[in-house]
T-cell receptor, first 109, second 113 residues
Framework: GENVEQHPSTLSVQEGDSAVIKCTYS??????FPWYKQELGKGPQLIID?????GEKKDQRIAVTLNKTAKHFSLHITETQPEDSAVYFC????????FGTGTRLQVFP | GAGVSQTPSNKVTEKGKYVELRCDPI?????LYWYRQSLGQGPEFLIY????????DSGLPNDRFFAVRPEGSVSTLKIQRTERGDSAVYLC???????????FGPGTRLTVT
């Protein structure tokens, strides 16, 4: 079955800097790759996603890139703000989502 | 519009008891998913429904776990003879279909004492 690895497990950045989180997946049949932000005590919130026929997608300060050959995808957050602090999860999907282990992002003012 | 809702938000039960967790999906979403999230981990898939039928229940850990969606909308996750290892946050998600974005509810935190 699918296996998703995510790095780093924790990431601390200064406000205004960029943050990058990387994931790899194992099943070449996976075709959908969402990213979720989870704040304490809340459910995961979908922030951006990418499908296997696209290499990059941007939404304001957030971008995701996908390399199907290498089976890895990354989340890029530019101009980070303190409210970006949360746990971020990548996932890969054929149907159900297989999640990575999460990255705790801290943005210091 | 209204998102996915889950009740109760917290449930404390004694070992050996039966519990039911409820999920109300986004109106019009035909696919519904249950996940379980242990502390410090990513959500793990349990089961998903397309309409009323369970299309894939391969993530259910054992036969103490069962889920239903009798009218293709609200779903109930049922856990019999609860064990302390069942303690986790149970998350529900819904989508328009199995190829679409999944939106999660706030979860039910289950604690088995």
């Amino acid at each position: 079955g699918e296996n998703v690895e995510q790095h780093p497990s924790t990431l601390s950045v200064q406000e205004g800097d960029s943050a990058v989180i990387k994931c790899t997946y194992s099943d070449s049949a996976s075709n959908y790759f969402p990213w979720y932000k989870q704040e304490l005590g809340k459910g995961p919130q979908l922030i951006i996603d990418i499908r296997s026929n696209v290499g990059e997608k941007k939404d304001q300060r957030i971008a995701v890139t996908l390399n199907k050959t290498a089976k890895h995808f990354s989340l890029h957050i530019t101009e980070t703000q303190p409210e970006d602090s949360a746990v971020y999860f990548c996932a890969a999907s054929g149907t159900e989502l297989i999640f990575g282990t999460g990255t705790r992002l801290q943005v210091f003012p | 519009g209204a998102g996915v809702s889950q009740t109760p938000s917290n449930k404390v039960t004694e070992k050996g008891k039966y519990v039911e967790l409820r999920c109300d999906p986004i109106s019009g979403h035909t696919a519904l998913y249950w996940y379980r999230q242990s502390l410090g981990q990513g959500p793990e898939f349990l089961i998903y429904f397309q309409g009323t039928g369970a299309a894939d229940d391969s993530g259910l850990p054992n036969d103490r776990f069962f889920a239903v969606r009798p009218e293709g909308s609200v779903s109930t996750l049922k856990i019999q003879r609860t064990e302390r290892g069942d303690s986790a946050v149970y998350l529900c998600a819904s989508s328009f279909g199995t190829s679409y974005e999944q939106y999660f509810g706030p979860g039910t935190r289950l604690t088995v004492t």
